[in-house]
C-alpha cells in the first residue's frame, strides 16, 4: 500500500490525510474523497457508506455535518467491502445495518471516530497557531495525519527523544490515540533521502 504525504504548511491545516490504492479507499465526511473512491470500482461499498451515514443522522441540509456515534471508530473501503471499526464495548450497541448485509465487515478498535478527530485537532490547531511559530516543539513537528485505516493519529517529527515526546503530551496532547513516527528528510526540494520509519506505540 502506497502513503501519500502532503508536506506543505496548507496540509496542516487540514490534518486529516488519506491513504490511497487501487484496492483500499479511506472515508471520512469529505464528498470529494467519496466520489474518488467511486471511480475505483468501488461503488457499493460506497453506497454502504451513504446508507451508515444515515444512522448517523447525516442530513445534507446542515452543512454536510456528520455527529459520530460513540461506537463509530472510522471505516474504510477495501477489497469492494466497507471496513466498519467498533470501539470495544460497544459490539452490542451497533445499527442492525452492520450485521443485515454482508458488504459491511466489523473490526473491533480502540478508539471512536471523535476521540481521532480530537486529537488531530489540537495537534493542527497548536501547529498553525502564530503564537506557537518559534516554538520548538512546533519546529519539530511536519505532519498531522488521521488513520482511519489504523484507528489511530499519525503525528510526524524529526525527534522520537523522550524529553521531546513528554514536552508534545504537555503542551499539546496526550491522547493515547498518537503514534509518533520520523519524518523523511530532504536534501533538496526535489529528492527525498530515505529515513527509517518509526512509529512508536509505547512513550
Not at 71 to 100: A, F, H
Request: glycine share 4%; proline share 4%.
Amino acid at each position: 500500500m502506497k502513503k501519500s504525504l502532503f508536506f506543505s504548511f496548507l496540509s496542516f491545516i487540514c490534518c486529516i490525510s488519506s491513504y490511497s490504492s487501487e484496492e483500499t479507499s479511506y472515508l471520512n465526511g469529505n464528498s470529494t474523497n467519496l466520489q474518488q473512491t467511486s471511480l475505483n470500482g468501488e461503488a457499493k461499498a460506497l453506497a454502504a457508506w451513504n446508507k451508515l451515514k444515515e444512522t448517523f443522522g447525516y442530513s445534507h441540509t446542515v452543512s454536510d455535518s456528520i455527529e459520530y456515534p460513540d461506537y463509530y471508530g472510522g471505516s474504510y473501503i477495501e477489497d469492494g467491502k466497507l471496513i466498519v471499526y467498533i470501539v470495544k464495548g460497544y459490539n452490542e450497541k451497533t445499527p442492525q445495518l452492520l450485521s443485515s448485509d454482508p458488504i459491511f465487515v466489523t473490526k473491533e478498535c480502540d478508539y471512536s471516530y471523535n476521540e481521532l478527530l480530537k486529537a488531530a485537532n489540537e495537534v493542527s490547531e497548536f501547529m498553525v497557531s502564530e503564537k506557537n511559530a518559534e516554538n520548538p516543539i512546533r519546529e519539530k513537528l511536519s505532519l498531522c495525519s488521521l488513520s482511519e485505516t489504523f484507528n489511530w493519529v499519525e503525528v510526524y517529527v524529526s525527534d522520537l527523544s523522550p524529553s521531546f515526546i513528554s514536552e508534545f503530551k504537555r503542551q499539546v496532547s496526550n491522547s493515547p490515540a498518537i503514534k509518533f513516527i520520523i519524518a523523511p528528510k530532504y536534501d533538496d526540494f526535489e529528492n527525498i533521502v530515505p529515513t527509517p520509519i518509526i512509529i512508536d506505540n509505547n512513550l
